[in-house]
């Protein structure tokens, strides 16, 4: 397929863009959290495409973006917590569960009778929905399993040729997917932590849970299907290490061929031949706009098989780079 790549994003550009979401095709555009792969919410057959343009399992459901929070009226069965949070936090990093009405298809909500709703505060993103006229169903703009794009070259990699249009424009700010919070059910939950977070939540519903599976490997049925599968992952394999910085330190000095994820702090690691930076150890939003670029660079060496990341703190935007990286490790550990 052939795919036009727009670095001018003007009026014409964005029009071209819309045009293409109307006529069921697919266009990746920029958001603040990472970029997403769009396509017409409410047509089964363009959602179809994004599942086989990324190898995604067809049972993951994607979330819907619209450009004003009254919009998920036409879409789902609000409710007064709904609007209380978009009062807050919309448009931004917060995609709210819901109960779907009959006008979106399954093969949006992967079988479900919830649907998942998103207003991204990216100028861009918002402008191209709004002149598609519909909600715009995307999931992130990378193939299936491999870290989330946030450079509009990260997309290029994954989708040229498979989409037809990529939208290229500025960087995500944010860096890491969007917080998920259920409120289709008894208690509120979050599904997947993000820029907006736990104790932030908590002031608008004091009452709220953090599903299981945020930070652990979930066997059985998964309350939201997207978080059985291996996720983030870079090409090399990744291990976290669990323990105080000395030690780290210590360990990883001879690790010369490895590769390192470590902070701005760990002077001795950052001299080291294949070592980055997440940026400063207190930083958790710098850590969280910089963890899946990093990853991908290290995919640009094909002598680096193996990767040590330290354990991100879980508290605040710390529990979303934290959440991220145990998946990208396939849950790999080492506690010293
Ligand atoms: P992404 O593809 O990276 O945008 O991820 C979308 C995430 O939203 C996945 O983890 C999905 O499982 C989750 N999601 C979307 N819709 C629903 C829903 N109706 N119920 C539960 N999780 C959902
Ligand atoms: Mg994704």
Redesign the pocket.
Same mark, same amino acid.
């Given at each position: 397929m052939n795919t036009e790549i727009i670095y001018d994003i003007n009026d014409e550009n964005l029009d071209r863009a819309a045009e293409i979401i109307k006529n069921g095709g697919l266009v990746a555009f920029p958001t603040e959290t990472v970029y997403g792969l769009g396509a017409n919410a409410l047509d089964p057959l363009a959602a179809k495409k994004i599942y086989s343009a990324k190898n995604r399992p067809s049972n993951?459901?994607?979330?819907i973006h619209i450009s004003d929070p009254a919009d998920a009226e036409k879409y789902c069965f609000t409710n007064e917590l709904y609007y209380k949070l978009a009062k807050r936090f919309m448009p931004g990093p917060l995609?709210v569960?819901l109960p779907k009405k009959d006008i979106v298809p399954y093969a949006v909500?992967g079988g479900?009778e919830?649907?998942?709703v998103r207003v991204p505060s990216s100028k861009t993103a918002r402008s191209f929905i709004e002149r598609s006229g519909v909600a715009i169903a995307a999931? #992130?703009a990378n193939l299936s399993g491999k870290p989330?794009p946030t450079k509009a070259q990260h997309v290029i990699l994954d989708m040229y040729g498979r989409i037809d249009m990529i939208i290229a424009g500025e960087d995500s700010q944010i860096g890491l997917?969007s917080t998920?919070l259920?409120l289709a059910e008894a208690v509120p939950k979050i599904?997947?932590p993000g820029k907006v977070t736990y104790e932030e939540l908590k002031e608008i519903c004091p009452d709220i849970l953090i599903s299981d599976a945020v930070l652990h490997m979930h066997t059985g049925r998964p309350? #939201?299907?997207?978080?059985m599968y291996q996720h983030y992952a870079p090409k090399a394999k990744v291990t976290i290490i669990d323990s105080d910085d000395k030690t780290r330190t210590a360990f990883l000095i001879n690790k010369t061929d490895c590769g390192i994820l470590c902070y701005d702090e760990d002077k001795e690691l950052l001299s080291m031949p294949y070592s980055k930076s997440l940026g400063s150890k207190s930083e958790p939003l710098e850590q969280a706009k910089l963890l899946f670029a990093r990853l991908r660079e290290f995919d640009e060496n094909d002598d680096i098989t193996q990767i040590y990341a330290p354990m991100p703190s879980d508290k605040g935007v710390g529990l979303a780079v934290l959440n991220r990286l145990i998946r990208a490790a396939g849950f790999d550990v080492k506690e010293l």
């Open positions: 993951n459901p994607l979330i995609t569960i909500t479900l919830t649907v998942a999931p #992130s989330s997917e998920i259920s599904y997947r309350e #939201s299907p997207g978080m």
